[in-house]
């Protein structure tokens, strides 16, 4: 777990603002005076000034560096009323793991655990509710809960842990906010809302200094930036933007990040106290949303000063010399879970072209995917392997299908001629 490899986490807003093209934010580049924000010395675990190694493979507490077994640590699990595990969203291990946590709480106490995600608003529970009940195929789910929209990512990241959700009858709750909703705080601030829209909000804390330098420290900018936000009314200390794009960018990430905390953590709250009173609850979210307990679980606790949680951060290995392990804080988590390093080895190939809105016409290729080389912008995108394409689903779903080393046909219109390019997904 990076530095590198949790920015992509932090920025999910990103991936729950897929409904149509999001403006990518002025470059944030690492500057002097940065900190590296696994080693930040923050949470309440009497140890947080202390670093320990972790390495792959295994699962550390961290109150007293002690190696756990699986079993042992679902035993501990197991006695928590809330349990949080960070991921990283495109790391295939962080999924597997969040689906053997489940099916083992589960098969402890069957009956006693509920499933939270990030990856969904509130908005789709109905058709959770019908995914748990056994009413809707698969790809039948996926397309109703707009998962390419609401989301983004490749669905084979979840749909383990959505198997086993369906599999033992545990309820699955959408913890978020409306993308829609968190794009437009991301982009203007809170102050950006109407006064409707505002009133909508639940109460945001925005005045922890902690969780505004763990904030900074991922997003590669230096620890000093004046007195945090407090309110929605005005900005001052750091959030005096001056003009600066990147400033007033840093402010409207955090309110969109304090907002999805909060949202997240009052779902969960009124979940627990109302229509899952007495179940036992796991939140599966970016790491950013978790870490040192300064994000959902901070403001779970707040709200409910007694509830028991624990949090389980999956940690990737550095990229460079991973036999070494990984220094981090033993403030982090409850427990840390050594996973292999980031990277194309841990993720699921993708096409690398960037859509026009819903449309399927291509308005950028990256250099890494199977477009590149291929595939240009302004190609309409017609047929994979055969299979017209009718929207940006159908596009999606058959990708699903794809794994490294696979090939696949794709028909373009390019310049009003049709083309066929042959595509082939390489690490």
């Known amino acids: ?22 403006p990518m934010p002025p470059a944030m580049p690492k500057k002097a005076g940065a900190e590296d924000a696994e080693q930040l010395p923050l949470g309440s675990s009497p140890r947080r000034a202390e670093l320990l190694t972790v390495r792959q493979g295994e699962i550390v507490r961290t109150l007293d560096g002690q190696r756990l077994t699986v079993p042992v640590l679902l035993g501990e699990l197991g006695a928590a009323e809330v349990v949080l595990v960070g991921e990283s969203h495109a790391h ?27 990856m969904f608003p509130r908005s789709k529970q109905p058709w959770l509710d019908r995914w748990v009940a056994g009413e809707l195929e698969e790809q039948a789910f996926v397309r109703q809960v707009d998962w390419y929209t609401v989301w983004g990512f490749d669905w084979r990241y979840y749909r383990e842990l959505l198997l086993v959700a369906r599999a033992r009858r545990i309820p699955v709750i959408g913890l978020n906010a409306e993308a829609a909703l968190v794009r437009r705080v991301g982009r203007g601030g809170v102050q950006g809302l109407s006064p ?34 407090i309110g929605h009314g005005g900005h001052g200390g750091d959030g005096g933007h001056g003009g600066d794009p990147h400033r007033r960018l840093f402010e409207n990430m955090l309110e969109a ?59 990737a290995m550095p990229t460079e010399r991973p036999a070494e392990g990984h220094r981090v804080s033993a403030g982090l988590g409850d427990v840390v879970w050594g996973t292999a390093p980031e990277g194309r080895a841990v993720r699921y190939p993708s096409l690398g072209a960037r859509l026009e809105d819903a449309s399927l016409r291509v308005a950028a290729v990256s250099p890494h995917g ?50 066929e390019l042959g595509l082939e997904f390489r690490r």
């Open 370 to 419: 199977a477009a590149s080389g291929k595939v240009e912008p302004g190609d309409q995108l017609l047929a994979l392997d055969g299979k017209l394409l009718g929207d940006v689903f159908d596009l999606r779903w058959a990708l699903q299908q794809k794994d490294w080393g696979d090939r696949a046909q794709l028909r373009v219109r390019r310049a009003g001629a049709e083309l």
């Open 92 to 118: 295939r291990e962080h999924h597997a793991i969040e689906a053997q946590l489940l099916d083992g709480l589960g098969a402890l106490r069957p009956g006693a655990w509920a499933l939270g995600l990030e």
């Open 257 to 315: 990040q304090v907002l999805r905390d909060t949202f997240m953590a009052e779902t969960a709250r009124a979940f627990l106290e109302g229509a899952g009173r007495g179940k036992q609850l796991l939140v599966v979210a970016g790491s950013g949303h978790v870490l040192f307990g300064l994000g959902i679980n901070g403001r779970l606790g707040a709200a409910v000063p007694a509830l028991r949680q624990r949090t389980v951060i999956c940690d």
């Open 1 to 22: 777990m990076s530095g590198r490899s949790l920015l992509p986490a932090l920025l999910s807003l990103v991936a729950a603002c897929r409904s149509g093209p999001v």
């Open 196 to 229: 409707d829209e505002r009133a909508t909000l639940p109460a945001l804390d925005l005045g922890s200094g902690d969780h505004r330098r763990l904030f900074r420290a991922l997003l590669g900018l230096p620890a000093s930036g004046g007195p945090a936000v």
